[in-house]
């Protein structure tokens, strides 16, 4: 598990979807011109399921 503002894990897998959600997070200030997914400062929660 990794969130904002955790050290680099030793998971890789966990640190590119952490990497990711910082794209979304982007895309959806930067290209929507919203502050979140539903622009009432939602948090944006990624699970990485492994199967």
Excluded: A, Q
Excluded at 7 to 21: A, F, L, M, R, T
């Amino acid at each position: 598990m990794r969130g904002e503002g955790y050290p680099v894990s030793s998971d890789g897998i966990v640190n590119k979807v952490y990497e990711y959600s910082g794209i979304v997070r982007d895309f959806f200030k930067n290209i929507s011109g919203r502050n979140s997914i539903d622009n009432m400062d939602k948090d944006l929660i990624l699970v990485d399921v492994i199967m």
